[in-house]
């Protein structure tokens, strides 16, 4: 069945950088557009990023700039690359994989930014 696993996630001072990765099995993964959102404590879960199968991308605005997503269908990963983060970055980051009405998710990743 398709499973996507989550990495990357960690606690890194305001101003840093992760990567994090969403490895993809079970599915057909270079037809699925893929997502990365994130979810802090008592709020909603927001899309953060989007590729589709073509490499198209798609950013939440306070991403742009900052963030880049990226995939290799040879690896069926995705990968999202945060650079100067803040705190207001902090939540539980969450892979997905979405095509037409069928949608996977991942477990999770924390990311916790200090100020």
């Known amino acids: 069945q398709a499973q996507l696993v989550e990495s990357g996630g960690g606690l890194v001072q305001a101003g840093g950088s992760l990567r994090l990765s969403c490895a993809a099995s079970?599915?057909?993964?270079?037809?699925?557009?893929m997502a990365w959102y994130r979810q802090a404590p008592g709020k909603q879960r927001d899309m953060v990023a989007t590729?589709?199968?073509?490499?198209?991308?798609n950013y939440l605005d306070s991403a742009k700039g900052r963030f880049t997503i990226s995939r290799d269908n040879a690896k069926n990963t995705v990968y999202l690359q945060m650079n100067s983060l803040k705190p207001m970055d902090t939540a539980v980051y969450y892979c997905?994989?979405?095509?037409?009405?069928?949608?996977?998710w991942g477990q999770g990743t924390q990311v916790t930014v200090s100020s």
């Open positions: 079970g599915i057909i993964f270079s037809k699925y557009t």
């Open positions: 590729i589709t199968s073509g490499g198209t991308t």
């Open positions: 997905a994989a979405h095509l037409y009405s069928t949608s996977y």
